[in-house]
């Protein structure tokens, strides 16, 4: 199993950015993806999950903003983020797991994380 994250980058604040996580050597659809992300000096948190029937799950801090999808037949998710916000500023990690947490601990594979940095 491996995952690969992309998109992140730099935005000013209001902003918008798209992160895709593709992943090969499994069919993603069968299992929950999630996405978290981890800012300097801070503990990796949940910011949004998608299960195998489509099921969406967000964080508090980014329902209304950002929007977590599939697209099983890529094999990829996708995490829409608009109205950035300068506290959103983090790496942000996809994740793989056979069932739905909030915990980043619960989550068996990740891949390697894209920074995002949204300016003020």
């Known amino acids: 199993v491996q995952l690969q994250a992309s998109g992140g980058g730099l935005v000013q604040a209001g902003g918008s950015l798209r992160l895709s996580c593709a992943a090969s050597g499994y069919a993603l659809g069968s299992y929950v993806m999630g996405w978290f992300r981890q800012a300097p000096g801070k503990e990796r948190e949940f910011v949004a999950g998608?299960?195998?029937?489509?099921?969406?799950y967000y964080a508090a801090s980014v329902q209304g903003r950002f929007t977590i999808s599939r697209d099983n037949a890529k094999n990829t998710v996708f995490l829409q983020m608009n109205s950035l916000k300068p506290e959103d500023t983090a790496v942000y990690y996809c994740?793989?797991?056979?069932?739905?947490?909030?915990?980043?601990?619960?989550?068996?594979?990740w891949g390697q994380g894209t920074l995002v940095t949204v300016s003020s």
């Open positions: 998608i299960g195998s029937g489509g099921r969406t």
């Open positions: 994740a793989t797991n056979w069932r739905f947490s909030r915990r980043w601990s619960e989550y068996d594979y």
